[in-house]
Antibody, heavy 122, light 107 residues
């Protein structure tokens, strides 16, 4: 069965960086992409970006350009999302999600990780 | 950026009744629209993609319709486990892919 298991909660100070991992199992890793979606406390869903596990192509939300980097490691079937220069409004639950957009584009998200709470506070 | 507007913000329905949720796009998104269900403390779950295709394991009481800019999620006979927040998402024009603000379905 498809599983996405994310790394644990993080507490960071403003200006720091965080890197969240998402280990996939139960399917052919390079046949799909990943999207990352975040949800601030009590708020809706925000798409952050997409990465192809096949060729590493990425697309990011413009508001995060320059602060976010998404990568994958095919040897461990793990996706990563790094967010730098953290601010208090980056406090959110961060989700990885499997994306059938394998090569060139994002689509919908058919399996989700359990979420990782990132708290940014001085 | 395409804006998705969901209505109503909150829908109060009794178990066994039908619920109709709407999602309107600010530009044409063809049929590239998905619906998700989210319960408190849980990750979202994919219900519908391609505007009308049920995802794996989703009960037949969930159906999606529409194309272009107007979309509807219908739950034909509400069960207790269906009370949750529902989001639509477009993946036609991106980046960014965008979500609606959500509809809370309550008893």
């Amino acid at each position: 069965q498809v599983q996405l298991v994310q790394s644990g909660a993080e507490v960071k100070k403003p200006g720091a960086s965080v890197k969240v991992s998402c280990k996939a199992s139960g399917y052919n890793f390079i046949s799909y992409g990943f999207s990352w979606v975040r949800q601030a406390p009590g708020q809706g869903l925000e798409w952050m970006g997409w990465i192809s596990a096949y060729n590493g192509n990425t697309k990011y939300a413009q508001k995060l350009q320059g602060r976010v980097t998404m990568t994958t490691d095919t040897s461990t079937s793990t996706a990563y999302m790094e967010l730098r220069s953290l601010r208090s409004d980056d406090t959110a639950v961060y989700y990885c999600a499997r994306d059938p957009g394998a090569v060139a584009d994002t689509k919908f998200f058919d399996y989700w990780g359990q979420g990782t709470l990132v708290t940014v506070s001085s | 950026e395409i804006v998705l507007t969901q209505s109503p913000a909150t829908l109060s329905v009794s178990p066994g009744e039908r619920a109709t949720l709407s999602c309107r796009a600010s530009q044409i998104v063809s049929s590239n629209l998905a619906w998700y269900q989210q319960k408190p403390g849980q990750a979202p779950r994919l219900l519908i993609y391609g505007a009308s295709t049920r995802a794996t394991g989703i009960p037949a009481r969930f159906s999606g319709s529409g194309s272009g800019t107007e979309f509807t999620l219908t739950i034909s006979s509400l069960q207790s486990e269906d009370f949750a927040v529902y989001y639509c998402q477009q993946y036609n024009n991106w980046p960014p892919s965008t979500f609606g603000q959500g509809t809370r379905l309550e008893i």
